[in-house]
């Protein structure tokens, strides 16, 4: 076979280029979908969870001035009556429930005095305010002859801060300037904790009912196993709504389940079983077991069964021969139905806010809440980026001890 000259090697260069490129073209629209639906919005979750501009935006020469404060005692007088301006200038805007709601965040109780205080100074002289507009405001409430609040007004008027961060794992920054557990309710650290047990539960609870289904429809022929796969199926063809709706009424005080275990006689009064963490477990097993089969059934049928024929016919017993040659091929099935079924349920939302009621609630509910009722999208981007990295840190354990290419889908 002759060499080819430079010119037709040319040519072979210029074709696999226009190959590549070719391909790259067909890849390129999923590529931006992953970067508008997928990179983006993480990347701006991130963001948020740590630039806070608005106390910045809102009196900007009072932080100004509060930055020469070395946070003994109450601030300069000048810089009292800077904030006393800016406040009325505030309240004539209609700005002054933003202000008091930020210090609310930092300083807990301050939105009312906040309110209460642009409300009497909106009719003060401004003149009058800039050269005594300090001793106006210490004399309309306690609380703002108190340096921790001062303090907190100083670092909540920083551009970019961690706070969010501490407060999402219940710390806060002292007057000292260390890190401490915070002295209002501590429930985010219960949350987490919460959330990641009834996962953990849910996973097991799965793979429990989801491993002897999976081997039952791999030992069927393949008419009836594709018949009896279609009712596993048939979650995903029903409306989630419909699905939780339906646990609803069975598990509510007048629902089915209550009225037939009276009627036997079992109970004598109705089971509390809606609105309860159980009822988040049992609706949420019912609705990721699919999640938990298909992965199982789908490497259960690539076992060859003379496998456990010969270990059987070489003497062993079926429950040893069961754990020792069968279960750890079923491995990376089994890992890639509890790594889905786990992540999946530790971002849940509907389910736990329609029956799991205020005790059945996970940490994805609480985050819905700040972005939707309290309007804190910075405590829930770093509530949802601790989360985020959270999954990827059990990823990395798993990756770590079991091994990620494990995993396999069928």
């Given at each position: 076979m002759?060499?080819l000259?430079?010119e037709e090697l040319?040519?072979?260069?210029?074709?696999e280029r226009r190959?590549?490129?070719?391909a790259f073209?067909?890849?390129?629209p999923?590529?931006?979908?992953i970067?508008?639906?997928?990179?983006?919005?993480?990347?701006?979750m991130?963001y948020?969870s740590?630039?806070?501009p608005?106390?910045?935006?809102?009196?900007?020469q009072?932080?100004?001035?509060?930055e020469a404060?070395?946070?003994q005692?109450l601030?300069?007088?000048?810089?009292?009556n800077t904030?006393?301006?800016e406040?009325?200038?505030?309240?004539k805007?209609?700005l002054?429930?933003?202000?008091?709601e930020?210090f609310n965040?930092?300083?807990?109780g301050?939105?009312?005095v906040v309110?209460?205080?642009?409300?009497?100074?909106?009719?003060e002289?401004?003149e009058d305010?800039q050269?005594?507009?300090?001793?106006?405001l210490?004399?309309?409430?306690?609380?703002w002859?108190?340096?921790?609040?001062?303090?907190?007004?100083k670092?909540?008027?920083?551009?970019?801060?961690?706070?969010y961060?501490?407060?999402a794992?219940d710390?806060?920054?002292?007057a000292?300037?260390?890190?401490q557990?915070r002295?209002?309710a501590q429930?985010?650290?219960q949350l987490?904790g919460?959330?990641?047990n009834?996962?953990l539960i849910?996973?097991?609870?799965?793979a429990l009912?989801?491993?002897p289904l999976a081997y039952?429809?791999a030992n069927?022929?393949?008419?009836?196993?594709?018949?009896?796969?279609?009712?596993v199926?048939?979650?995903f063809w029903?409306?989630?709504?419909?699905?939780?709706?339906?646990w609803i009424?069975?598990?509510q005080t007048n629902?089915v389940i209550n009225?037939?275990?009276?009627g036997?006689g079992?109970t004598?009064?109705p089971?509390?079983m809606?609105?309860?963490?159980?009822a988040?477990v049992v609706a949420?097993?019912?609705?990721?077991?699919?999640f938990m089969?298909l992965p199982?059934?789908?490497?259960?049928r690539?076992i060859d069964?003379s496998?456990?024929?010969a270990?059987m016919?070489?003497?062993?017993?079926?429950?040893?021969?069961?754990?020792?040659?069968y279960?750890p091929?079923t491995l990376p099935g089994?890992s890639?139905?509890?790594l889905?079924v786990f992540i999946?349920?530790?971002?849940?939302?509907?389910?736990?806010?329609l029956v799991?009621g205020t005790?059945g609630?996970?940490?994805?509910n609480i985050?819905?809440?700040?972005?939707?009722?309290?309007?804190?999208?910075?405590l829930?981007?770093?509530?949802?980026s601790?989360?985020?990295?959270?999954?990827?840190l059990?990823?990395?354990?798993?990756?770590r001890?079991?091994g990620a290419?494990?995993?396999?889908?069928?």
């Amino acid at each position: 076979m002759s060499a080819l000259n430079p010119e037709e090697l040319q040519q072979a260069r210029r074709a696999e280029r226009r190959k590549r490129w070719l391909a790259f073209a067909f890849v390129v629209p999923l590529l931006v979908f992953i970067l508008l639906s997928f990179v983006a919005p993480i990347g701006a979750m991130l963001y948020r969870s740590v630039h806070h501009p608005t106390v910045a935006e809102l009196i900007p020469q009072t932080l100004t001035q509060l930055e020469a404060w070395d946070g003994q005692g109450l601030p300069a007088e000048q810089t009292l009556n800077t904030f006393t301006v800016e406040l009325q200038a505030l309240a004539k805007e209609r700005l002054s429930g933003k202000l008091a709601e930020e210090f609310n965040r930092a300083y807990a109780g301050m939105s009312s005095v906040v309110k209460s205080s642009a409300r009497k100074l909106r009719r003060e002289k401004t003149e009058d305010l800039q050269s005594a507009g300090g001793q106006r405001l210490l004399s309309l409430h306690k609380r703002w002859n108190e340096p921790e609040l001062w303090f907190q007004v100083k670092r909540a008027g920083a551009p970019y801060t961690y706070d969010y961060y501490l407060t999402a794992l219940d710390l806060e920054i002292s007057a000292e300037g260390g890190i401490q557990s915070r002295e209002q309710a501590q429930i985010y650290r219960q949350l987490y904790g919460k959330t990641l047990n009834m996962a953990l539960i849910i996973t097991l609870f799965c793979a429990l009912l989801g491993y002897p289904l999976a081997y039952f429809l791999a030992n069927l022929p393949d008419k009836k196993a594709n018949l009896l796969m279609i009712l596993v199926l048939l979650p995903f063809w029903t409306s989630l709504l419909v699905r939780t709706t339906a646990w609803i009424a069975l598990l509510q005080t007048n629902g089915v389940i209550n009225s037939f275990l009276m009627g036997i006689g079992l109970t004598s009064e109705p089971l509390e079983m809606l609105y309860t963490p159980f009822a988040t477990v049992v609706a949420m097993t019912h609705i990721l077991l699919p999640f938990m089969v298909l992965p199982l059934y789908s490497v259960m049928r690539g076992i060859d069964p003379s496998y456990l024929r010969a270990a059987m016919s070489l003497g062993a017993k079926p429950i040893p021969a069961f754990v020792r040659i069968y279960f750890p091929m079923t491995l990376p099935g089994l890992s890639a139905g509890a790594l889905l079924v786990f992540i999946i349920s530790v971002g849940y939302y509907i389910t736990p806010a329609l029956v799991g009621g205020t005790d059945g609630q996970m940490i994805s509910n609480i985050i819905a809440f700040h972005m939707q009722s309290s309007n804190n999208w910075e405590l829930a981007a770093a509530l949802g980026s601790l989360l985020l990295g959270l999954i990827l840190l059990l990823y990395w354990v798993y990756d770590r001890f079991v091994g990620a290419s494990n995993i396999k889908l069928g």
